[in-house]
């Protein structure tokens, strides 16, 4: 299942992670193990973090994305179910309009 994960890293411990020119290398060795098939760094409220996008066979997967983000960066992770537009249109969207509307 295409699964939206928003992570945020705290200011500590990255800011001391950049200072010792860690950051980086451990970010890409993180990212290389959980193979998301797209990542866009931001700054969500006011801290670094960004947005991945994961195919997820199971929700057990979930830790094998987290732990990594939690134990490394002490990062907070918000995990989303999402839908492609052809999901969408299996999902019977009219049928449930008429019998819930």
């Known amino acids: 299942m295409k699964t939206v994960v928003n992570f945020e890293f705290p ?5 001391t992670l950049v200072r010792n020119g860690t950051a980086g290398q451990l970010l890409e060795e993180v990212l290389e193990e ?3 098939e797209a990542v866009y760094f931001y700054a969500p409220h006011g801290c670094r973090g960004g ?3 994961v195919d997820l066979a199971d929700p057990s997967q979930i830790p094998s994305i987290a732990e990594p983000l ?3 960066f002490d990062a907070k992770c ?5 839908m492609t ?3 969408l249109a299996d999902a019977g969207l009219a ?3 008429k ?3």
């Open 78 to 82: 918000q995990f989303y179910p999402a």
């Open 51 to 53: 947005t991945m996008v």
């Open 11 to 15: 200011i500590e411990p990255f800011n």
């Open 99 to 101: 019998r819930w509307g």
């Open 95 to 97: 049928e449930l309009g």
């Open 85 to 87: 537009p052809e999901a």
């Open 34 to 36: 959980i193979k998301p």
């Open 70 to 72: 939690f134990l490394k």
